[in-house]
């Protein structure tokens, strides 16, 4: 067999479609604790976290992420996480890696390992130590025969190059993507600037994952497009957003939002929010296309349907999905038939169902970033105590 | 090891958890077609089926449905559905029933085979061409050896009776729960008359699936429950409601949202609104416990969660998941750990995330019911002419 | 000069049209001090009185109702009010009934004088007693020669039928409306039975006002109006809604929505509303047809339009208001052009430009009526320990 | 008597309150006409003209404007407007001035004659054509000794330049306030060159009026602030916005949003809306304070009571509005007496009670402005061929 071609060729011949989020899918499913999110689900239960990967890969993603978000050591015992105590960091990644590939080589999809921010960074703790964390991961990725590499979900620019330095050594394609809105990092650097520094520090791609809707990403991505051609830097761009609306999420994104992360639900995209999302990103040069936390196989397949025509192929679920719902004309109800079109979903504006909820939220917004003392991290868990503190700081408006 | 005990031995000592809805779960991932809903992913793809078997059995289920939702020959074969030319009518249905019992015999789970209403009946055609549809789904069901079954997803208590008719003379106990909500069924029968005409007709366990969101579906049960105190009818209540908000759902349920089935995604509910629907119907007095369309498993997980005082457990997948948001105290951000409490879940009226969307729909309303030309099904693919008739019918108001 | 037709006369041969609120219209212009809500403003500024009359005159309305509201002696001078130390009830009501003397002799409206429900019934006291406070306005009322006696604004039919008792005595034409909603008094009487026994008492005209919707209103009159013909029973019936939306407000009707009586904006209705509100009721048999808190001049104007066929004549303000819109034909852009007709404004369902806002709120609902001890009134002004308490009790769920 | 403190004085000292919208108010009250929106009321009606101008007297404004909108003879004539042959421009306008003083004079206000925007401009015409239909009403306002002149409402810079050029000779202070928002004229120049050059064409006061809603409005106030303080130029300010939320209002406005002009009523805002709006001004050094359309007096009575203590007195409106609800203390139910409070009514999201409405609209925009065939006015009505060409322009989405 002919070996898959890699990551970059393939984007410079057309759009790359990533899979979506695998920590709120698998929270849903029971195999992910929210609150710390890591991923010891790939060796707890790996036929769980096999099968999402299948859905994605039917979907149509030509990327299967290894389950590593969030894997680093000091992510893995920080505030009370017990998996440390249970796994090893090198266990959760490599069986991780191994899940991935034997999907993607069910298909022709690439395997890519990816580190995100750690604690240490969010602790102030120096450059070194913080390299050492993402350099465990990435000995594992190198091992395991990753494709390429992901460095997402980064909040500050500085973390990011301090990542990329690590990834770029390994010689494997880097891509980079932080969790940055059009406002830029949480250190006030501009999202213009951020992807002109990711270029510089080595990414071969760069762009925006989670934090914002579909967008909201999108007009990040809009300036880091300007700033990149302003500065006559030819990278390719990313974007895997959330599958949530927020229009109301100010610069850190959902988690401030007061849904966030079980209330979510109401702002959950529909697929035709991702047809939509899919070509304004293909229009804007975007070529890797993929989601992140709240996107599922059928948010994935939606993009893959969007783009069928330039890709000059559906994926194999689309087997199972008529294209803009042509499946209704097997209805037995006359009137669901005849929503069985295209424009018929376009233009829907889908109701809550709740009369009572608002459409935009306050977010919360302490404002306070890396080097903060109520962001030091710590191993032990949360006393009752300093939750009630923080309760109270919330009352008091903080 | 001891066999497990029965359905209804189980009812009377407490509360028996049901599953979630497969149907728009496989849509989701992949291995079901909206419109036809048939279940031929038994056979197709049996690992997608088992998974999500696995997840309800982790989330506490205490029975495994098989999954033959709609799997009668005359609806394999309705309006152009090609599974019936692939696969036949038993196999789809034993391989679901394998799959169940597999799953089913990891834990203390009971498997149920499960009707649903019929095409043949809907065109209008005889009751023993109907009841045959029912014969040859339930001969499958005895010859698998299910614990018991599932007469569910009827809109009319005369098609209801006839299917129970046919369960009975299995010697199996018959649990019997029509899509129906307060205002009773399709041809003008309240809610509390179905009640006690399904009691009548032999059902050991009698209530409402699917159409209405949890707590529109409670209101019927009500219903049922006051018709069947004042016929002094002692059998349990089922409750398998649908995991959206539908209050301004009309007699024939969510179908007639607008938004039906494509653009649910912002009246998906939360699992605290499963906690409060738990705990209601506990109060109720319904005893078996679940959920249809919508749910997934964490939703299962927090009927089992509000219910765990009662049946002395928590699920295995409560390992994954801290009471009432615990696991949020192990967040980076301090202001996520402040939401590590009852209070602000049960308080929190999430926002839509859509400004443009209002909170209530109009439901289209046709009126017609089993009788009607214009739901006579057929073996052909609806054709775009007659797609187009449908819509200029909506246009001009119906 | 003839003299005018009679009300009863009137009502016999078609719709009569009442005018709108003045309370909430005369708090907003400045000469009213919510709380309280008594009309002194007839003596300190009668300028302000005869233009709000005249403004209704010119909207169509043929009742000119003398703005007695709340100005029962007991009323004036309720927990701390002090406009019975500055005006004597006499005079009060002296003034309401010659300025809308005057300004009904402008065109051919009749006055009406009117009473309403009474702080002493309320606080537990005698129907003598009550009774008293009743006498003391209507011998105003027919000294100054008023047309026909409206009483409304009651929630307990006990009280309004003491006070129809009153008014009929004087031999005057007896309208008699309560606050109600289709859920009836706030005693546990049916509103089909209020109805009833309002005719019974010797009511000629009986129904509703002020609490509720214009919609919501029409339910309660569907019921009276059903009961009425059961017991053969032939009045004419009366509407005079609020002009705003309560679709969630419960029993007690909008004093009990959280938005009562400084944040109802949102709520107010549109004349397209008060088009639909018409026809409904003239459908339903309603014949006078007037309105209550939140109907300005311009919703008048809608009911009169909505009825000018039936009428045979448009009112004086329409001169400045060409029907459905038409008006817009001279605005000078375009796209406010093409808004010029029925189809668009009647299928317009308009923002609220407030996206924090939700569609429905919860009614406080403490449960509590007339006999309560927390609704015994007093003279003295509330202290601020009062307040706090009442303040505690909101904070504890009441 | 001493003659009055001017207007440049006033400002001088701190903030003085304008008065609210007249069109808007007596479109609803039965004497201004929804589309032309001309002001020959002042001769038809002048008992209603006077009556509102007591009221915003009442309510603390200082300035008395003549009613003299639109009162431009090409403006009276245009599109089958038929004022302009029943009266003179010249009569209205004068009316307008004497109505204004009489009720200023009852009080310490000033008088202003205002100018507007005219078709003619708008039709592309010369800037002497233009002019001359400014010196025709400025001929009037000088005759009548207005105290101050303002030209506000105007989407032009250009045309505004012209307007200022004919007002600063008469020798009165002049006001200039534009109806733009935060992005400026309609010909692309920004809000803060706006400000910059009306300041450079002699007005002693810029600012913004109508089309936004107060907080837009001061959003687009920063702007030209901070471009007249980079100019060094020392004026001052005016804000003058609608009582309607515009959240989703696009460049032009209110105007192009769906509800314009007859669907607006869930946009009013609040009185505590303006007690915000007020503060929120004052804070950005605005001094003088007013409304334009949809405020009526409790919106500027609102705005004197929140400036109180900086102006030290309170209206006599207040007589009958004790702060922050305290009025709510004399209310016969005790929940009701309980929100007699601050706390209260700030933190009230008011709901709509509108469940099938959304919370923002999609505004129209046609993109088109002065110079455009599609806004050459003329004075023939617009026929129903017009129309229907117009609709058929929306219908194809422009």
Redesign the interface.
């Known amino acids: 067999m002919a070996p898959k071609k890699g990551l970059l060729e393939r984007l410079d011949e057309g759009a790359v479609i990533g899979d979506g989020g695998f920590v709120f899918a698998l929270?849903?499913?029971?195999?992910?604790?929210?609150?710390?999110w890591t991923p010891e689900a790939t060796v707890e239960h790996p036929?769980?976290v096999r099968?999402l990967h299948?859905?994605f890969l039917?979907?149509g993603a030509d990327v299967m992420q290894a389950f590593t978000f969030y894997a680093s050591d000091d992510k893995l015992s920080?505030?009370?996480?017990e998996s440390s105590k249970k796994y090893t960091c090198a266990a959760i990644n490599e069986a991780a890696c191994r899940l991935a590939r034997e999907v993607a080589d069910e298909g022709d999809a690439l395997v890519a390992g990816g580190l995100s921010q750690t604690?240490t960074y969010?602790s102030g703790m120096s450059k070194q130590d913080t390299q050492k964390e993402f350099q465990k991961q990435v000995d594992v990725f190198v091992q395991h025969q990753v494709d390429f590499l992901i460095a997402e979900y980064f909040e500050h620019i500085e973390e990011m190059e301090w990542a990329i330095e690590v990834c770029v050594k390994s010689g494997l394609p880097v891509v980079a993507s932080m969790c940055i809105g059009p406002e830029g990092d949480l250190h006030g650097v501009s999202a213009g600037e951020c992807g002109v520094r990711m270029a510089k520090a080595g990414a071969h791609v760069v762009g925006i994952n989670c934090h914002f809707?579909p967008f909201v990403t999108l007009e990040g991505l809009k300036k880091m497009k300007v700033a990149l051609d302003a500065a006559g830097i030819k990278v390719h761009l990313i974007a895997q957003p959330l599958a949530?609306?927020?229009?109301?999420a100010q610069k850190q994104g959902f988690?401030?939002?007061?849904?966030?992360?079980?209330?979510?639900?109401?702002?959950?995209?529909?697929?035709?929010d991702m047809h939509r999302y899919a070509r304004e990103a293909y229009d804007l040069g975007v070529r890797y296309i993929g989601g992140c936390c709240g996107f599922?196989?059928?948010h994935i397949?939606a993009v893959a349907e969007e783009l069928a025509k330039e890709r000059g192929k559906l994926p194999?679920?689309s087997q199972?999905?008529?294209q803009w719902?042509?499946?209704?004309?097997?209805?037995?109800?006359?009137?669901?038939?005849?929503?069985?079109?295209r424009k018929y979903?376009e233009n829907?504006?889908?109701?809550?169902?709740?009369?009572?909820?608002?459409?935009?939220?306050?977010p919360?917004n302490?404002g306070?970033t890396a080097g903060d003392s109520?962001?030091k991290?710590k191993t032990a868990?949360?006393s009752e105590e300093?939750?009630n503190e923080?309760?109270q700081?919330?009352v008091n408006g903080?």
Chains 1, 2, 3, 4 share one sequence.
């Open positions: 929270e849903k499913r029971g195999y992910v604790k929210a609150g710390p036929e769980a099968q299948r859905e039917r979907a920080n505030r009370g996480n604690p969010l809707d949530f609306h927020t229009p109301d988690i401030d939002l007061p849904e966030f992360p079980f209330g979510l639900e109401p702002r959950i995209c529909t697929r035709w599922e196989a059928y397949r194999e679920g199972k999905h008529e719902a042509g499946g209704l004309k097997m209805h037995t109800k006359p009137w669901v038939r005849a929503r069985a079109g979903w829907l504006k889908p109701a809550s169902g709740r009369p009572f909820s608002s459409s935009m939220s306050k919360d302490w306070v109520s962001l991290q868990a949360t300093e939750i923080l309760r700081k919330v903080h």
